[in-house]
């Protein structure tokens, strides 16, 4: 059910910003329904000094990607008018608070899978070599603040509700303000402002904006960068984008011809336009691609590649298309053994990000780059690509038990993946086989092999199932929790969202068959050990720093949980197992932290 617009419930009284947090503020607004529960826990008062640092600000509403007034605009794709509507209105927005965005120096991303990884390696490649940076994606699974960070953090608290609500009182003035027409913005455009504001008003030497959805109703196509990237195109957001490859690729790159110029087809950079240049006509933007602005796609079908490749030409931007990093001809001594990120598919990712990285670096130093000097793994990108984290991608949380005879050979890892379209979850399958399989983990029993699988309803849960499937052949799971369908013993049952009382449900289920099977007591808690190779600090002493998963030697029985399907059942999951440790507070700090 589609939510009130945010201007009618801002102005309701029931709204007391002296009481609620920013995250109960936009909880209301929900596409996807919540639980009662999760509602009301949102919505508790806050007993703090300054009631605005709201404690409540991590469980800001995970199942919100776009607002109502976005949604409008996307279902109405097909009248041009539409994109020129929704860019204006947040163009507005940044006037009303006064936010000159000319000043940022952008990468632009998008694309169907991967785009998240390929910002996040951008990020770490350019913080590697010395330059501050900004970071904004989409969504977040634990906290909102995962979505904006400086410098690869995530803002204190007390910072980003400062900034929240610096931004929403300027705008509810305006939107209170009966002499003119301005609304408050949609759930996805306010943090879009919100993320700008915070990038103007820290020093960033560059700015990784993710794409939300699309690209040409994209709240983020407000910017004018100095690169541009398209991930893998696939079946995603079928709905909105459209039920061909083709349509997906032309609502990524869709030119209108509202700008009229002549760029030099032979030029790689064009500084941004200004809003006086006689040769535009009305600035309006064209989709990711723009005039004149480097930009590079990784491989695509042939088809989506041909209909990238004649908006290139129309829009008049230079567009390269580009190899896994695997395949570089120069600097290839780098390789996936390299990248923080697990799985296949991240060879396809890094080399767009490292494309991005160099045509930044080059512009940054005012020094064109040749076509084969963007294709390289520099010195210093390598640090950059091993240091890269994601929460929920191919990631591995190890818990130990808290105490008992045996609790220091047994471990329960959960591999969280929150793939959802059908390449990525082949990428994780393959990724979750090389953890478990005997011949890579010898030093490992595998005590049980658990699946648990979730999609929304409006996927093909069949198709996203095959993977499984045939991993199932391979190696096979004793137990798979899965909805809508069942492969084997059980469901998570029930219709409609899956909600954080499923999720505690399922990891009560999950840590008490545990303890039978490890011969624990019934009620024996379980504490963060690990998070993929690096040992969470409170296990560190006593055991050796950069031993592989728990630091343990020697032979150990390992209960293996892997998630997938869904970021939003991964988020629920990794918030569930977090706030069971002895100290959930640190041991989330600690995850937002490394996870960068």
């Not at 598919?345 to 045509?359: F, H, T, Y």
Request: glycine share 8%.
């Amino acid at each position: 059910m589609a939510c009130a617009a945010f201007s009618a419930s801002l102005s309701s009284p029931s709204l007391s910003r002296n009481l609620l947090a920013p995250s109960s503020w936009l909880t209301r607004h929900s596409v996807h329904p919540l639980p009662a529960s999760r509602r009301q826990s949102l919505q508790q008062p806050l007993a703090m000094a300054d009631p605005r640092e709201g404690k409540h600000v991590n469980s800001m509403n995970r199942y919100m990607s776009i607002g109502p007034s976005d949604v409008r605009a996307v279902q109405d794709r097909a009248d041009g008018v539409a994109t020129s509507l929704e860019w204006k209105r947040t163009k507005e927005h940044l006037e009303q608070l006064q936010l000159d965005i000319s000043r940022l120096s952008v990468i632009h991303v998008a694309g169907t899978k991967g785009k998240g990884s390929t910002c996040s390696m951008v990020e770490s490649i350019l913080r590697s070599k010395g330059y501050r940076t900004g970071l904004y994606t989409s969504p977040h699974l634990i906290d909102v603040r995962e979505r904006v960070r400086i410098n690869g953090d995530p803002l204190p608290h007390a910072e980003f509700c400062r900034y929240f609500w610096e931004v929403h009182d300027a705008l509810k003035m305006f939107s209170d303000d009966e002499q003119n027409e301005s609304q408050m913005p949609g759930y996805f455009r306010f943090l879009t402002v919100l993320a700008f504001k915070i990038f103007l008003t820290e020093p960033i030497d560059v700015a990784i904006v993710e794409v939300g959805l699309g690209g040409r109703f994209d709240a983020t196509n407000i910017v004018a960068p100095v690169a541009c990237g398209i991930t893998s195109l696939g079946f995603d957001h079928t709905n909105v984008l459209g039920n061909t490859i083709e349509e997906i690729a032309f609502q990524k790159a869709v030119s209108l011809p509202a700008f009229v110029l002549d760029p030099k087809p032979d030029s790689f950079f064009l500084p941004p336009l200004p809003p006086s240049s006689s040769n535009v006509r009305e600035l309006i933007p064209t989709g990711i691609l723009k005039p004149g602005v480097l930009s590079f796609t990784s491989p695509q079908r042939p088809n989506a590649m041909r209909v990238l490749e004649q908006e290139a030409q129309k829009v008049g931007c230079p567009l390269l298309e580009v190899p896994p990093m695997s395949k570089f001809t120069r600097g290839n001594e780098a390789n996936a053994l390299d990248i923080g990120l697990k799985g296949e598919v991240q060879d396809i990712n890094a080399g767009l990000a490292v494309a991005l990285s160099n045509a930044w670096l080059a512009r940054n130093q005012a020094k064109p780059p040749r076509r084969e000097d963007l294709f390289v793994v520099s010195e210093g990108f390598r640090e950059g690509l091993r240091g890269v984290r994601m929460l929920g991608r191919c990631q591995r949380l190890v818990f130990a038990p808290r105490s008992g005879p045996v609790s220091g050979n047994v471990e329960v890892s959960y591999y969280l993946d929150g793939a959802h379209t059908l390449e990525s979850v082949e990428c994780g399958a393959h990724w979750y086989e090389s953890n478990v399989g005997s011949a890579q983990r010898s030093d490992v029993q595998q005590a049980a092999n658990i699946l648990v699988f979730y999609c929304s309803g409006d996927r093909d849960y069949k198709s996203l199932l095959e993977p499984l499937i045939q991993l199932n052949k391979h190696h096979p799971f004793s137990k798979a929790l899965t909805r809508p369908l069942s492969l084997q013993e059980g469901s998570l049952g029930g219709e409609g969202v899956l909600g954080r009382a499923q999720v505690t449900s399922l990891v009560d289920r999950i840590s008490s068959e545990a303890n039978d099977e490890f011969g624990l007591a019934a009620d024996s808690s379980w504490d963060l050990r690990a998070n993929g190779d690096q040992l969470f600090a409170q296990q560190q002493r006593g055991e050796a720093s950069g031993c592989s998963g728990s630091g343990l030697a020697g032979r150990r029985r390992e209960y293996s949980v892997y998630i997938t399907g869904s970021l939003l059942l991964c988020g629920d999951t990794l918030e569930e197992l977090l706030s069971r440790t002895s100290d959930p507070v640190q041991a989330k700090e600690w995850i937002l932290k490394f996870s960068q």
